[in-house]
């Protein structure tokens, strides 16, 4: 719901610590391209994403990969539009990345782009596609981690030695041998007690000791979790991401077609 949590007066919501005040989670892999060019991948596009594009100041995204069809992590795909035309001039849209239920859900809710007959000339100049195990943008290559959200099959990603994960309440057996060799692992942590589709604190923490990446950062926090509290009692090389935070990761030039670092903004 983000924090502040409308309606709430609790210790975090009305915390002075600009940590605590949280948008809908989502991330942007940046690298240098070819050419110098700039590459920009972004993981969902939740409804305050117009204000996370400004912050970091995205002018162009190459492609869009989705972990699921959530209101908080669809629900800004229609601010693409102004970003897209630069594309759609070069003869090209933007590439959405889901699975076959975010697809259906993308097409209901914004009719007016994806219809057959769609007219609105304004529209955002987007193509969805399937999710592949590994899908390559220009030099990188996005890996699906198959997760449980829920009783609902969702998608994590990872590039080169960093991996994404979100809304996560297991992670099949198979999936943790996607997980090996991680330098940067972000994981959900929603609040300390269980919850039916996401994973608690103790659980996430129980994962990232398993899965052993030099830095797990935490995120889809709600308003139970205190960011000064929490990271205290966290274990070295665990903590919580916070808004406009950014992370150098590397694209390994043995597994794809560029050796550039990144740069991750969770």
Not at 81 to 103: C, H, K, M, V
Request: with cysteine.
């Amino acid at each position: 719901m983000g924090v502040p949590t409308l309606g709430c007066d609790c210790a975090v919501c009305t915390s002075a610590d600009p940590h605590d005040a949280r948008l809908r989670p989502s991330v942007a892999v940046r690298w240098a391209g070819a050419g110098g060019s700039r590459r920009t991948v972004v993981i969902d596009t939740g409804p305050d994403f117009r204000q996370q594009a400004l912050r970091h100041k995205i002018t162009a995204v190459d492609a869009v990969f989705y972990t699921h069809n959530h209101a908080d992590h669809i629900l800004g795909m229609d601010d693409l539009r102004p970003l897209s035309y630069e594309a759609f001039r070069r003869g090209g849209n933007i590439p959405l990345y889901a699975d076959e239920t975010t697809a259906e859900t993308l097409t209901r809710i914004y009719d007016y782009t994806f219809a057959p007959g769609a007219t609105y000339p304004n529209r955002a100049r987007v193509e969805l596609r399937p999710i592949a195990p590994r899908t390559p943008v220009h030099e990188a290559e996005f890996v699906s981690i198959p997760v449980l959200h829920g009783e609902q099959a969702i998608h994590g990603f990872r590039f080169g030695n960093a991996a994404y994960l979100t809304d996560v309440s297991a992670i099949p057996e198979s999936s943790f041998g996607l997980l090996t060799g991680l330098e940067t692992l972000v994981l959900p942590a929603l609040r300390h007690t269980p919850h039916p589709s996401h994973a608690s604190l103790e659980q996430a923490v129980g994962w990232a000791k398993r899965i052993g990446a030099k830095q797990t950062w935490f995120t889809h926090i709600a308003h139970e979790l205190g960011h000064e509290e929490t990271n205290r009692m966290l274990p070295d090389g665990m903590a919580l991401a916070h808004d406009g935070l950014e992370v150098p990761i590397l694209l390994d030039a043995n597994q794809f077609d560029g050796n550039d670092m990144s740069g991750a903004d969770a």
